[in-house]
């Protein structure tokens, strides 16, 4: 099982990211975005079904951020509008092979992509 994150970077507050995860080795039925800010713990930010019928984000992205899944190539996309330098954080995405309502509980993880919000 492999999960691949990239599309990290430098972004000036007000702009916009895309991150991709490449998922590959299993059947998964759901997955998620975390982050993980310096000195903080790790925080759930969105998850989705695999098919994409239940989603569910975090108070504080919701209505910036949309998560997705290419059907293409199983990439998973988490886009990101409105960044806040309070976004700034080491981002992964995560995934499960059953479905959960709990935000924790994740088997496989991606390495991790950094985003930085300057103000």
């Known amino acids: 099982v492999q999960l691949q994150a990239s599309g990290g970077g430098l972004v000036q507050a007000g702009g916009s990211l895309r991150l991709s995860c490449v998922a590959s080795?299993?059947?998964?039925?759901?997955y998620a975005w975390f982050r993980q800010a310096p000195g903080k713990e790790r925080e759930f930010v969105s998850a989705?079904?695999?098919?994409?019928?239940?989603?569910d984000y975090a108070d504080a992205v919701k209505g910036r951020f949309t998560i997705g899944r290419s059907n293409v190539d199983n990439t998973l996309i988490l886009q990101m509008n409105s960044l806040r330098p309070e976004d700034t954080a080491l981002y992964y995405c995560?995934?499960?092979?059953?479905?959960?309502?709990?935000?924790?509980?994740?088997?496989?993880w991606g390495q991790g992509t950094q985003v930085t919000v300057s103000s």
């Open positions: 995560a995934a499960r092979t059953h479905w959960s309502p709990r935000r924790a509980g994740y088997d496989y």
């Open positions: 989705s079904t695999w098919r994409g019928d239940r989603k």
């Open positions: 080795g299993r059947t998964f039925s759901q």
